[in-house]
């Protein structure tokens, strides 16, 4: 077989390369960026992210799970920051060793570039920037003005993926679609103390929830928080409602943060830098059909479909659509003469993964709900204290959250239909009982366990 010719060395791509090669298959991987080992990363693009069970089981297939989680910050639970600066924590889960983990979204991409170059057939081009594909030639075409063709083609190039485009521009039977929050997003900082300590609970992810906004924080080795405001774009001008398009000077956005965030500002020495400085980014979801062509292009990761962040889910996603490709791999050894039938591979692995991409992606954008009203509200509250004792409690017991975050045996769309289920009833029983202790944890569990 000749090469094989991924593009994108982000996460999907520089762990499917490792993959590939593990089979003994030479890959080039062609990377628009410089190889960020030797220089710095992109400036207020999801420093740190949360990586959970499925991607650590993609991590575990190639030896690298204890690695990476050795560089990574355990976070049990969500702290609620009310605007009166109180905190509450609401764990993600009643059982011990369900949590998630916040990692270096630079660290994690080096280490597996690191890995993907230990292997001989494995070969990474940087600045090498895809700017057309035929599909049905298989010709690339790069910005370099180079071409080059391949019969074997892996888009992992990301949401803005270049191959996706040419596809949609030369396929008849492509269907793209892509839909945009109104909400943006900026990075901002909490750093670290005296020592390198932590200003706020090192173990959690913070959360201030405002209802039409939010900000976040996720804990980075240094002892800083990376912060993250999700805030509209736009609002109307004679509205209350804040934007980015209404923060345009210092003044302003200090009496913002005032107002909303007054905990977390003297912690912000270098607020204003940073808001001004780092980019808004955009937050949508990516939908398209097919992934495959003629078993000769498979795209996968954001370039098939990517998603709002508001699961943390997007790469453990992307980590899962290898791993499933890993398992098709093994499951159809090549023909005798060493060739693999990529077409039905790619058949299955749409078969498989479309309906559980679908799934995440509508559940992310749900939690954006989730997170930024209802976290804040007593009822749910009082359901997530519920939840935390059924799982105390029973071994068969799982939200929806640990079932899309710890339970990598089960599909995204299955998680989705129990979780769906299971939320409407225990809301239900939240919503008629003044505290939980009117609530009986057996009833609860046995109306649960006869849902599905
Ligand atoms: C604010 C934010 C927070 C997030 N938090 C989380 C989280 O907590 N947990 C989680 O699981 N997910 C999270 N995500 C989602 C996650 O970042 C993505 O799902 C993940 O990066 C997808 O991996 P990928 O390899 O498909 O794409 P990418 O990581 O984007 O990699 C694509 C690669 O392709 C390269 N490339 C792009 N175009 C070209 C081209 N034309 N030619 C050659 N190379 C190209 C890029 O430079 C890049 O290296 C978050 C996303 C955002 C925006």
């Keep these: 077989m000749d090469r094989i010719v991924i593009i994108g060395a982000g996460l999907a791509g520089s762990l499917l390369a490792i993959n590939l090669a593990k089979r003994g298959n030479a890959v080039d991987v062609y990377e628009s960026r410089g190889d960020m080992r030797t220089g710095n990363a992109a400036r207020g693009r999801s420093i740190n992210m949360a990586l959970s069970d499925r991607g650590i089981a993609a991590l575990r297939e190639v030896g690298m799970d204890e690695y990476m989680l050795n560089a990574a910050i355990p976070m049990h639970g969500r702290m609620i920051h009310t605007p009166a600066g109180d905190t509450k924590l609401l764990p993600y889960s009643g059982r011990k060793g369900e949590y998630i983990n916040s990692i270096s979204r630079a660290g994690l991409n080096e280490a597996l570039m690191t890995e993907a170059e230990k292997y001989a057939g494995v070969a990474l081009h940087f600045n090498e920037q895809v700017s057309g594909f035929d599909p049905a030639g298989g010709e690339l075409e790069f910005t370099s003005g180079r071409t080059l063709k391949s019969d074997l083609v892996f888009a992992a190039d990301g949401a803005g993926s270049a191959v996706r485009q040419a596809l949609d521009a030369n396929v008849a039977a492509f269907v793209y679609r892509s839909e945009f929050l109104e909400h943006g997003y900026k990075e901002l900082v909490i750093p670290p103390g005296e020592n390198g300590s932590f ?125 499933t490709l890993n398992a098709l791999l093994q499951g159809q050894p090549p023909h005798a003469d060493g060739t693999i039938d990529w077409r039905s591979i790619f058949e299955a692995f749409e078969r498989e993964r479309m309906p559980n991409a679908a799934a995440i992606q509508s559940m992310a954008i749900e939690n954006f709900y989730e997170m930024r009203d209802k976290v804040a509200d007593p009822i749910f509250q009082q359901k997530r204290a519920l939840e935390t004792r059924l799982e105390q409690t029973y071994d068969d017991y799982f939200s929806k959250y640990s079932m899309v975050t710890f339970r990598e045996d089960l599909p995204y769309s299955e998680a989705k239909r129990r979780g769906n289920l299971q939320d409407e009833l225990l809301m239900r029983l939240c919503a008629d009982a003044a505290d939980l202790s009117e609530i009986d944890a057996e009833s609860a569990i046995a109306a649960v366990r006869a849902l599905y």
Aim: aromatic share 12%.
């Design 199 to 323: 200003l706020i609970e090192k173990n959690a992810l913070h959360i201030w929830p405002r209802h039409k906004f939010m900000m976040i924080a996720l804990p980075n080795l240094d002892g800083s928080f990376t912060c993250t405001l999700f805030l509209a774009h736009d609002a109307a001008a004679d509205s209350d409602e804040p934007s980015f398009s209404k923060l345009t000077d210092e003044a302003g956005l200090i009496a913002f943060f005032e107002r909303e965030f007054a905990d977390a500002l003297p912690l912000m020495p270098t607020l204003a830098e940073d808001f001004f400085v780092n980019p808004t980014g955009m937050l949508g979801t990516v939908d398209c059909s097919p992934w495959h062509v003629d078993g000769r292009v498979l795209l996968l990761g954001d370039a098939a479909h990517a998603m709002v962040p508001f699961y943390g889910q997007g790469m453990n996603c992307a980590f899962e659509d290898v791993r």
